[in-house]
T-cell receptor, first 112, second 115 residues
Framework: DAKTTQPPSMDCAEGRAANLPCNHS???????VYWYRQIHSQGPQYIIH???NNETNEMASLIITEDRKSSTLILPHATLRDTAVYYC?????????????FGQGTELSVKP | KAGVTQTPRYLIKTRGQQVTLSCSPI?????VSWYQQTPGQGLQFLFE???????NKGNFPGRFSGRQFSNSRSEMNVSTLELGDSALYLC??????????????FGDGTRLSIL
């Protein structure tokens, strides 16, 4: 079972910041939070991951709360090409199965 | 740097047949994981190979098997195909430390249709 909860869909205006929330209240201390996105008929694309600290790369920023029970993915200037399903995932370390547990994700629609 | 390559991209089989899917990981990656994606069940973990050994396995029947070669390329085999095996099969590779510090990178999958 997925260890994360996300809203099923969100809309965002082109050029504005998209803030995608995720709850992971049962996360363990050494489990990473990962974000992927999937555009129809393609494989999931890695976006960003983090453990405790906020992270930023060329694609997005990841804000993790101090208690680690939730996080937010921020796309600073959304474009139409950012329309996709976004998955927030807790990575289970290899002594727990070593796998990404995907939930249903958030379908983000970026509108002009 | 080339990404994860999966072949073939599309495949049509009939019930009872078997199928083999191939995955070439990113150069230097030693771990290969396989996932099944269906509209009803979403993305589900099948198994993971590291250094030619199956390291982890999901909850799929024994008809689903895999192997990894010394060059880290991996194959997945499904025997006695059923209609419910119609899905997008995704392969992902990583350096494979096992602690979650390094991401998995996915190919674009093989879409398998069972008639």
């Amino acid at each position: 079972d997925a260890k994360t909860t996300q809203p099923p869909s969100m809309d965002c205006a082109e050029g504005r910041a998209a803030n995608l929330p995720c709850n992971h209240s049962t996360i363990s201390g050494n489990e990473y939070v990962y974000w992927y996105r999937q555009i129809h008929s393609q494989g999931p694309q890695y976006i960003i991951h983090g453990l405790k600290n906020n992270e930023t790369n060329e694609m997005a920023s990841l804000i993790i709360t101090e208690d680690r029970k939730s996080s937010t993915l921020i796309l600073p200037h959304a474009t139409l090409r950012d329309t996709a399903v976004y998955y927030c995932i807790v990575f289970l370390s290899y002594n727990q199965g070593g796998k990404l547990i995907f939930g249903q994700g958030t379908e983000l629609s970026v509108k002009p | 740097k080339a990404g994860v390559t999966q072949t073939p991209r599309y495949l049509i089989k009939t019930r009872g047949q078997q199928v083999t899917l191939s995955c070439s990981p990113i150069s230097g990656h030693r771990s290969v994981s396989w996932y099944q994606q269906t509209p009803g069940q979403g993305l589900q973990f099948l198994f993971e190979y590291f250094s030619e050994t199956q390291r982890n396995k999901g909850n799929f029947p024994g008809r689903f098997s895999g192997r990894q070669f010394s060059n880290s390329r991996s194959e997945m085999n499904v025997s006695t195909l059923e209609l419910g095996d119609s899905a997008l099969y995704l392969c992902a590779s990583s350096l494979g430390q096992g602690d979650g510090t390094q991401p998995q990178h996915f190919g674009d999958g093989t879409r398998l249709s069972i008639l």
